[in-house]
């Protein structure tokens, strides 16, 4: 008889949860948000594209200047610059590229100092690459006029390196892992931000239109809170799977990431386990204390003291990770339930993240849960019936 009864529960539920996923999946709302950001993402993935690929420069070379442009080439990839090289036999030619802009600079001259034509004026990031090979030149001539090989000299200061000694083994933080965390902190806060409200929202709707009051005369106050969560919650996983694979894949099929596919799908999962997390705990809470108020001005008054460790979460994340990849605080901040669905997520992105608080913090958020079940149902159950004026959270809390 037990078991019948259970089974009783949860099919309630899944009738609650199937009637929010039908009706969200085809409303306009989501169909345009998700749209928007799939658009967004691959926009940005373009973007990176063009910033992030191309010369910083393109250089020409003439005469016995032609010599100079295998140095050139060195000297920019040891201070990190990227340039193009291009040689063009006649020298009135090359100055034509230069001045119709097909050249940044044009190097001329016997090859034994450097002189740069160009338009205008010079780029500095150029500017200084080409006087670190003027410098390059002069020491060669100095080695050279005293007896000493410019080559072996050249040799022998590239193998030269400080020796360094971590204490701690350190984690090579990398730009893309960067830009995914933050891309992954974004995602995590705007579905909490959106889905959590709209959970909120539903509740308050179904209760100043008496609806609440037909779905309780059939089932019981959590199994309509759970059912809304739930519905709402499938709703939101959708979009963060569409929208997390859909942007990792047109980055890595333009080039954007060059990460492994393995480490792409592990940052998608962890975003997929993030949201579930999150959304479950927030939501749980939003659903109860939207429960309190009968109008939908009210909601955000209720709302915002937990909606606020999520902003904090999101804001924190993204104002101190990206200077500071491994802060203490933002470790410690990503453990607490409170920040771990907005912060976890951003650091697992990065990478670096030991095993064990990977673990812990989700251990946590699920240890959470079941009480935060038994806490929003017993505040739903005692405040969706009541209409009118705000319900204090103390007489909700009452049997």
Do not use: C
């Amino acid at each position: 008889m037990s078991q019948d009864i259970h089974l009783g529960n949860w099919a309630a539920v899944g009738l609650v949860a199937e009637r929010e996923v039908r009706t969200r999946l085809r409303s306009k709302a989501f169909i345009v948000t998700t749209v928007a950001t799939l658009v967004l993402l691959v926009g940005f993935a373009l973007v990176m594209k063009m910033a992030g690929g191309g010369a910083d420069a393109t250089v020409g070379f003439t005469g016995g200047a032609t010599q100079l442009e295998t140095p050139l080439k060195a000297t920019a990839e040891s201070i990190g610059q990227n340039i193009d090289t291009k040689s063009v036999p006649d020298e009135a030619a090359a100055r034509k590229q230069v001045e119709d802009e097909q050249l940044d600079a044009l190097l001329v001259g016997d090859g034994s100092k450097i002189v740069v034509v160009v338009k205008k004026d010079i780029d500095e990031k150029l500017r200084n690459l080409v006087n670190v090979l003027a410098g390059q030149l002069a020491l060669n001539q100095q080695i050279t006029d005293l007896g000493g090989d410019p080559a072996q000299v050249a040799q022998a200061v590239a193998g030269a390196k400080a020796e360094v000694r971590p204490m701690e083994p350190p984690f090579d933080y990398n730009g893309q892992q960067l830009v995914i965390g933050m891309i992954a902190g974004v995602l995590i806060y705007m579905s909490l931000l959106i889905n959590g409200q709209s959970v909120a929202q539903g509740v308050v709707e179904e209760k100043s239109s008496r609806v609440v009051e037909l779905l309780l005369a059939t089932i019981r106050p959590w199994q309509l809170m759970a059912g809304k969560v739930a519905g709402i919650g499938v709703v939101g996983l959708i979009q963060m799977i569409v929208i997390g694979g859909v942007g990792i894949a047109a980055a890595l099929a333009m080039d954007v990431l060059t990460i492994s596919i393995s480490a792409a799908v592990g940052t998608v999962v962890w975003l997929v386990v993030w949201f579930l997390l999150g959304f479950v705990a927030y939501s749980l809470v939003f659903a109860a204390l939207a429960a309190l108020v009968s109008r939908q001005e009210d909601v955000a008054g209720v709302i915002t003291p937990p909606l606020m460790f999520v902003i904090l979460g999101y804001v924190l994340g993204i104002s101190v990770l990206p200077s500071d990849p491994g802060s203490g605080l933002i470790e410690i901040l990503s453990m607490i339930p409170l920040f771990a669905p907005t912060l976890m997520p951003m650091r697992l992105a990065m990478g670096g993240v030991p095993a064990w608080q990977a673990a812990l913090s989700v251990a946590l958020v699920v240890a959470l849960i079941p009480a935060l079940v038994w806490l929003s149902g017993r505040i739903y159950r005692n405040a969706v019936m009541r209409s009118g004026g705000k319900v204090k959270l103390t007489e909700a809390l009452r049997s």
